[in-house]
């Protein structure tokens, strides 16, 4: 493995118009890792990426890609790197297996390397039956996964991965995320950004978390966690209906309560066991039934919501559209 940092970034701004996109963003991504930067939709990750990726000129600061510097020597950048965006770039009209041809030989690929190599791609990202339908009958997993493996046609040493989750079903979402393990367990460094905490917990080996074009946090998903202090009892009900009753019992046991989206769930921030059970216990004796429970490590949910002030999800888009 190339102990060289894949990306090295420093000082980096972007603004648009009075809106700072990027605004002094440091950043090294190690080599055959995977790094997710983490963000609600309007903090700056697209224009970072296409900053990263040599399609914006930054205002300020300097970045290296794959030892290479992005504003002197962009060519040598682009042709170690892949980018799939948020949308699928493939062309509806031709077939999966002409998408994967058409790519192979406008990168240079001879007829019989680019109809094997397609046909490897799709047998790997589970398209083989689907190979010769046009992609406009595809389903939206489908085409996320051929979009991943246009970008895999000549294999790169880096890839940026924009949101490559958005809008699909759990078991598409699942699937893609087997497949991104897959090529870093092949040697490749993925740069993600995603707003899918979830993701980010599942994937990525180091995180910074960004907000207004500026991060605010990095490191491990455990020492992010671990960085807000006490771990969280969580709690889900029989009836939602007690919700209500429980949150009330289980702040004057433990502390303040935080309702989840679940409307038969909730936790409360406690790191000590005997206290949690305690407050389970306490719940029985005043008949509220209790169908699970859990203590645990905070989530990203609340590592977010405690560096940023707000759910990941409530979080407004930056003025501007900037993504």
Known sequence: MNSSPAIEASGLFKSFGETKAVNGVDLVVQ?????????????????LIRILATLLRPDAGEARVLGHNIL???????????????FASVDEDLTGRENLILIGR????????????????????G??????????TYSGG?????????????????????????????????????IIRA?????????????????????ADGIAVVDHGRV??????????ASVGAGALSVRLFDAVDRSEAAGLLEKLVGAVTLEADPASLSVACSDAHRAASA????????????????????????FLALTGHPAEDAEPVEGGVR
């Open 142 to 178: 489908m085409r996320r996964r051929l979009d991943i493996a246009a970008s895999v046609v000549v294999t790169p040493d880096l890839m940026f991965l924009d949101e490559p989750t958005t809008g699909l079903d759990p078991r598409s979402r699942n699937q893609v995320w087997e």
């Open 72 to 86: 002197t020597d962009p060519d040598a950048v682009r042709a170690g790197i892949s980018l799939t965006g948020q």
């Open 280 to 303: 389970i216990a306490g719940l029985a004796r005043s008949g509220i039934g209790v169908a699970d429970f859990s203590l645990g490590q905070p989530s990203l949910d609340e590592v």
């Open 216 to 225: 605010i946090a990095e490191g491990t998903p455990a020492q992010l966690k």
């Open 31 to 47: 080599s055959g890792s995977v790094y997710g930067i983490l963000g609600p939709n309007g903090a700056g990750k697209t224009t």
């Open 106 to 125: 406008l990168l240079g690929m001879g007829r019989p390397a680019v109809k094997a190599r397609a046909a490897e791609l799709l047998d790997a990202f």
């Open 183 to 203: 090529l870093v367990d092949g040697g490749a460094t993925i740069l993600l950004c995603t707003q899918y905490l979830q993701e980010a917990d599942e994937l």
């Open 127 to 136: 398209l083989s039956d689907a190979g010769n339908r046009l992609v406009k």
